[in-house]
């Protein structure tokens, strides 16, 4: 009679101590993904930031090309476009 209540008693405790262990392992899996989400959250901000950062630099460019004045300085440079009543040079290094 004693053997049965201790045996009783042992069984709820080591059923407690599994019911424990079991729910530290499904938390433990929640936290392992909640990190592994948490880093590809950062990383997906930061992506977003720097497209952020390159729209607003194109959006810039954009209204300076609206821009004759900036369309003819970058015709003169790359195309080395000339205007009516100016002489072409080449300097020419030896």
Known sequence: M???T???KKAGYIALLLGIAYFLLLIRSDIIQE???EGEKR???KETDSE???Q???KGRMSKL??????RQLAREKLGYIERGERPYKVIIK
């Open 2 to 4: 004693f053997f049965t």
């Open 6 to 8: 201790f045996l009783r």
């Open 35 to 37: 990190r592994k989400l």
């Open 43 to 45: 990383s997906i901000l």
């Open 52 to 54: 952020s950062r390159k």
């Open 56 to 58: 607003e630099d194109l």
């Open 66 to 71: 609206k821009k004759n004045d900036y369309v």
